[in-house]
């Protein structure tokens, strides 16, 4: 009579997402004595690790991957003739470099950094139609920024002046292209935008639903 073994007394498994029968494989080609014999026991694991993936068989390297993956379940003690070197423990083991936490002081939050990019972008661009148009869309973006963190309304004289601001007074909208886009407009694309996005969810939702039978006949009953 066979003995049930529960995970909590085997093992632990490298790689989890292969499964224990993958690992066993795996167990066994380290015990294989000739070299051939192993080569020949790797590709097939190689075979069968690459069926369990198949979204993956387009992906740069997939292959490089799997026997990256082969060498790591072999605790990295496998010996057999590779078109790939064999990782290091060290490399795999190697903690990343923590990143720099970004330190900028926004004094207007609700523009976001992207608005200051752009301000300092166009500072540099030469004076013409092109910056002009530039400044232009810098400004109205604000009104769409601002907008978007006081819902109500917002008067171009305080975009145009956060605009001189944020730029250090090289940046100001030609006076021509002014008034800015109206706020009863912005704010009509926004919801506009947003019932869209809502429609096509629903639309989506619809057409899953009649797709699926057992969903159907759960409505009709």
Same mark, same amino acid.
Request: hydrophobic share 35%; charged share 25%; proline share 4%.
């Given at each position: 009579?066979?003995?049930?073994?529960?995970?909590?007394?085997? #093992?632990? %498994?490298?790689?989890?997402? =292969? &499964?224990?029968?993958?690992?066993? $494989?795996? +167990?066994?080609?380290?015990?294989?004595?000739?070299?051939?014999?192993?080569?020949?026991?790797?590709?097939?694991?190689?075979?069968?690790?690459?069926?369990?993936?198949?979204?993956?068989?387009?992906?740069?390297?997939?292959?490089?991957?799997?026997?990256?993956?082969?060498?790591?379940?072999?605790?990295?003690?496998?010996?057999?003739?590779?078109?790939?070197?064999?990782?290091?423990?060290?490399?795999?083991?190697?903690?990343?470099?923590?990143?720099?936490?970004?330190? #900028?002081? %926004?004094?207007?939050?609700? =523009? &976001?950094?992207?608005?200051?990019? $752009?301000? +300092?972008?166009?500072?540099?661009?030469?004076?013409?139609?092109?910056?002009?148009?530039?400044?232009?869309?810098?400004?109205?973006?604000?009104?769409?920024?601002?907008?978007?963190?006081?819902?109500?309304?917002?008067?171009?004289?305080?975009?145009?002046?956060?605009?001189?601001?944020?730029?250090?007074?090289?940046?100001?909208?030609?006076?021509?292209?002014?008034?800015?886009?109206?706020?009863?407009?912005?704010?009509?694309?926004?919801?506009?935008?947003?019932?869209?996005?809502?429609?096509?969810?629903?639309?989506?939702?619809?057409?899953?639903?009649?797709?699926?039978?057992?969903?159907?006949?759960?409505?009709?009953?």
């Amino acid at each position: 009579m066979e003995v049930l073994q529960y995970n909590t007394h085997r #093992t632990q %498994l490298i790689i989890p997402e =292969y &499964g224990r029968h993958v690992q066993i $494989m795996v +167990n066994q080609l380290m015990m294989t004595q000739n070299r051939e014999d192993r080569n020949r026991m790797a590709k097939a694991i190689i075979g069968i690790m690459g069926n369990m993936n198949p979204h993956l068989r387009d992906v740069p390297d997939f292959q490089h991957k799997l026997w990256d993956q082969l060498f790591i379940m072999s605790d990295f003690q496998l010996d057999v003739d590779s078109a790939f070197e064999k990782p290091q423990r060290e490399l795999l083991s190697q903690k990343p470099d923590r990143l720099a936490y970004p330190k #900028t002081n %926004l004094k207007y939050r609700f =523009y &976001g950094n992207n608005i200051k990019s $752009m301000i +300092n972008v166009a500072i540099d661009w030469e004076e013409g139609d092109m910056k002009n148009a530039l400044v232009f869309n810098i400004a109205n973006h604000m009104k769409k920024c601002f907008l978007n963190w006081n819902k109500d309304t917002v008067q171009d004289d305080v975009i145009l002046n956060h605009l001189k601001e944020l730029s250090g007074g090289k940046l100001a909208v030609n006076e021509k292209d002014l008034p800015l886009t109206d706020s009863a407009e912005l704010l009509k694309n926004r919801h506009k935008n947003g019932n869209s996005s809502k429609n096509n969810h629903k639309q989506r939702n619809k057409r899953n639903n009649q797709q699926n039978p057992r969903l159907l006949w759960m409505e009709i009953n």
